[in-house]
């Protein structure tokens, strides 16, 4: 019997005795055990903040983004021998899919995140703010990693995603890890660790998994670290008040499990292809990890009058799906995690049989394929029906973490989003329907207590994700029952494991923390001229101040030739009463142009290309007669990885381009994007 081990302190190490027994959900035979009881969590803790904290935070964004790349690529060449060992959750290779691939597939959104990150260690949150009458006061937000550990305690349901969903996040912010699957899938997490740690892709200490119990380990958290939860919302409750995470002001993200709702819009009649769309979506959500998601539907929300309609449509697709060994041909649901699984989502079936009624599906009766009922983790799907939702509202209370969903009546729209409502918070809901104000009207009235909605309708269902999906770059949590908490998000998630911090002092001196000229700066004239510079010479700040040009009638119109853009501020000086312009007025284009054939040098150099311009404002009319010039000032310097071997090593140079008349005011400002090559 094989012993799955824990990765603590550098090193792979049993825990004392033996804390759970594992067993293979589909044949039911005992495939090993683990045990992280005896081992220093206050150790584990001081590890990871100390040599996995400590290398991460000297890494940049950039160069994070790049390590998670790396290791989203080297695991998705060994994904093979994770659906194997997937197999023996239960999974179907669908499942397994989801978890494997769903969670490669986080690493490599978040490793895309770095071109939302300066090339730092840190994080300029903003933009400053002006703190006096001249200038020489201010004020920014940085955001620096948290030098504690990220305490993950996941769930059974997803082995894999549910740990690289979370570290994906706080490797990107700069913050180390300790991983505490369920032990009772935590074999398959093992198996992914040991790949992650025999890469050395990561830093040491970067990561630990610990695949028992973990009992104890929350005693040693303090105000440094971050605990992250994925379970039941009675489990989580009792963490987030555990002594040490209040006293210590831990921050504290939990995902709980909800009873996520689903809506047949009014106007998805029997017959149109939205009612075909639920009751396909539906059913997958029901059968899809035998209904082991936090996100799958739990109650089905439909108008009274196609309540016959979608019970025969949903019991049709049940009465088809073949429930057995995933590796049977035809099998389309597997088992539950474990026997104990099983029984917990029968006293809730039993429980909620007590208001409702049972129309699809029986406890004891049913066919399983390529193995034995007794033996694996088996259930069979279950459908209710209640038709008195409002008074019944145990469906509203009670979850059955399994293929286990509830059909409920509704008349008028405001009644569905009052019983989607009534699961106190949920991590998601959906609508079907063809209608969009139908589909507003239900996002506006349900969103304040749901993470997530989706709408579907014919347009988009070819490509839509689905009810059950969260996706990395959108937040995944919810409000109430749901916990409170958000995960993944994009950005906002690797926010969460970072410190805000107010700075405050002169111009020159917040450019230097931040790396990000700041106005009011010192600006030094760039010599020689910024265009001759290489990526590693560029010194943000130093600036070119140009030659000045003095607009003519010539200019407006030559360019209204030239572009096309006749608008009367611009040709007609007869239109101009009642508006804001004292007579014809340059194009603003124009001027950023002119500013453009101002600041460039045109020799051949280091520069590659200008690909874009950002925050372009026109803040002062330039009339014929007026002189511009332009300060052109490096703003940020952005570090970019060779693509190839072949590729031309280069960086990405911001450019604050300031074009000033001949009183000294501002009349356009800009930020250009160029592509400056390395030495």
């Not at 699809?360 to 008195?388: C, M, R, Y």
Request: hydrophobic share 40%.
């Amino acid at each position: 019997m094989q012993v799955y081990q824990n990765y603590v302190l550098g090193k792979w190490q049993n825990g004392e005795g033996i804390e759970t027994h594992l067993f293979h959900a589909i044949t039911g035979k005992e495939i090993g055990s683990v045990s992280s009881a005896g081992i220093d969590f206050s150790a584990v803790l001081d590890y990871g903040r100390i040599n996995g904290g400590r290398a991460l935070r000297k890494m940049t964004f950039q160069e994070r983004g790049r390590m998670l790349k790396a290791l989203a690529l080297y695991l998705l060449e060994k994904k093979e021998q994770y659906y194997a060992v997937s197999a023996y959750t239960g999974a179907t290779k669908i499942d397994s899919w989801i978890d494997i691939e769903g969670g490669i597939g986080n690493l490599f959104a978040n490793a895309s995140l770095r071109k939302q990150f300066p090339d730092l260690p840190y994080y300029v949150d903003g933009s400053a703010v002006p703190l006096s009458k001249n200038g020489t006061f201010i004020g920014h937000h940085i955001m620096v990693p948290k030098e504690g550990v990220a305490v993950h305690i996941n769930a059974f349901n997803f082995p894999i995603w549910g740990m690289l969903e979370k570290i994906a996040v706080n490797l990107m912010a700069g913050v180390p890890a300790v991983v505490k699957p369920s032990e009772y899938t935590s074999f398959l997490t093992e198996v992914v660790v040991r790949d992650i740690i025999a890469s050395k892709i990561l830093p040491e200490g970067a990561l630990q998994l610990l695949v028992g119990l973990g009992r104890g380990i929350i005693d040693h958290v303090d105000s440094r670290d971050t605990v992250t939860f994925t379970g039941s919302a009675a489990t989580g409750i009792l963490l987030k008040a555990h002594p040490q995470i209040i006293s210590q002001s831990v921050s504290f993200n939990l995902e709980a499990d909800s009873l996520n709702a689903t809506v047949l819009g009014l106007h998805a009649k029997p017959g149109t292809a939205e009612f075909d769309l639920f009751i396909k979506e539906t059913v997958k959500e029901i059968t899809v990890k035998a209904g082991q998601k936090c996100t799958a539907i739990r109650r089905i929300i439909v108008p009274e009058d196609y309540i016959d309609e979608v019970q025969k449509g949903i019991s049709s697709r049940l009465e088809s799906t073949k429930i057995g060994d995933p590796s049977i041909e035809g099998v389309r649901m597997g088992a539950l995690a474990t026997r104990l699984q099983v029984e917990r989502v029968r006293e809730s079936v039993d429980t909620l049989s007590k208001t409702q009624e049972i129309v699809f599906g029986d406890l004891d009766n049913f066919e399983v394929h390529g193995a034995d009922k007794n033996s694996g983790a088996f259930f069979s799907p279950i459908l209710f029906l209640n038709k008195d939702p409002f008074n019944n509202k145990d469906c509203h209370e009670i979850e059955a973490f399994g293929p286990v969903s509830t059909i409920m009546p509704y008349k008028m729209l405001d009644d569905a989003i009052s019983l989607a409502k009534m699961g106190k918070g949920s991590l998601v809901s959906s609508i079907v329907t063809p209608n969009d104000k139908e589909a507003r009207d239900y996002v506006i009235g349900a969103a304040n207590m749901h993470g997530r909605i989706l709408i579907v309708n014919e347009a988009c269902a070819k490509e839509s994700t689905g009810h059950g999906s969260p996706m990395p770059l959108l937040t995944h949590g919810g409000p109430g029952r749901a916990g409170g908490g958000e995960e993944m998000g994009g950005k906002r998630g690797v926010l969460h494991y970072l410190q805000r911090t107010a700075i405050q002092g002169h111009p020159t001196t917040i450019s230097a923390i931040t790396e990000q000229f700041q106005v009011g700066a010192e600006m030094p004239e760039a010599n020689p001229h910024v265009f001759r510079k290489h990526f590693e010479e560029l010194i943000v700040g130093e600036t070119v101040y140009t030659h000045k040009h003095t607009v003519t009638e010539a200019d407006i119109v030559n360019f209204a030739n030239v572009s096309g853009d006749n608008f009367y501020a611009h040709m007609d000086a007869t239109s101009l009463e009642g508006t804001i312009f004292e007579k014809r007025v340059a194009h603003g284009y124009f001027i950023l142009s002119k500013a453009a054939g101002l600041f460039v040098d045109p020799k051949k150099g280091p520069v590659l290309l200008n690909y874009g311009i950002e925050e372009a404002r026109f803040t002062k009319p330039v009339y014929p007669g007026a002189t511009i010039g332009v300060r052109f000032t490096v703003k940020e310097k952005i570090d970019q990885e060779k693509r190839s071997e072949d590729d031309i090593p280069k960086g990405i140079v911001k450019f604050l381009v300031d074009v000033f008349d001949e009183t000294g005011d501002t009349v356009a400002l800009a930020t250009i994007l160029t592509m400056v090559k390395k030495l």
